[in-house]
């Protein structure tokens, strides 16, 4: 087995800390490691006792240990992380989305019927994943789920059935008590 690599950390464990701290977790696990490295710096420390007490690949370490000696913290601070990709949908067209979803009288049953619309009002071919996956991000939207009201309802007709159930309803229960009392 070979001796641990040593070498000098420029930077004091507040900084380090500091570092972790303020950085996002993909690129803090690095800096932890760094940690490590610092607090075994006068004897050194192989890269398996880092990996145990971070509980990261040893791979990873020797390659963070790696890029620290050749470039220091800004080299770790470093990832090819794109992001996401641009949006289909650009925000007018979110906007008209939002104002369909939350529109009761609107009569779209589903994602599809949903997605249907959009094609042909835009004039596009979205994929119904990538359609899916959008509104169900932006708008938490769920499938088959009830809808709050039914388009062709008649309020007045609701309006009565619940004076009418109420009296009802109450009637039922007071006959079940009779009936279940000895």
Same mark, same amino acid.
């Given at each position: 087995? #070979? ?14 800390? +500091?570092?972790?701290?303020? #950085?996002?977790? +993909? ?17 050194? !420390?192989?890269?398996?006792?880092? /990996? ?18 050749? @470039? @220091? ?5 470093? &990832? ?7 949006? !289909? ?12 979803? &939350? ?5 779209? !049953? ?21 359609? &899916? @996956? ?15 009201? &039914? ?6 007709? !609701? ?13 039922? /229960? ?5 009936? #279940?009392?000895?």
């Amino acid at each position: 087995m #070979s001796a641990p690599k040593k070498f000098v950390i420029k930077e004091s464990e507040k900084e380090i800390k +500091m570092l972790i701290k303020n #950085s996002i977790p +993909m690129i803090s696990s690095r800096f932890k490691a760094l940690l490590v490295f610092k607090h075994y710096e006068q004897t050194g !420390v192989s890269k398996l006792v880092v /990996a145990k007490e971070t509980r990261l690949n040893q791979n990873s370490i020797q390659k963070w240990r790696t890029m620290y000696i050749t @470039g @220091g913290v800004a080299l770790l601070k470093l &990832h090819n992380k794109k992001g996401f990709k641009p949006s !289909v949908i650009n925000e007018a067209q979110e906007a008209q989305l939002s104002k369909i979803l &939350h529109d009761p009288l609107n009569g779209i !049953v589903g994602f599809v019927e949903l997605l249907e619309w959009y094609n042909k009002e835009y004039d596009t071919n979205i994929n119904y994943k990538t359609f &899916h @996956g959008f509104v169900v991000r932006k708008f938490q939207a769920k499938i088959k789920v009830a809808r709050k009201s &039914h388009v062709n309802k008649d309020e007045e007709a !609701v309006a009565t059935f619940k004076k009418t159930s109420v009296k009802s309803a109450n009637k039922s /229960a007071t006959n079940v008590k009779k009936i #279940s009392k000895p």
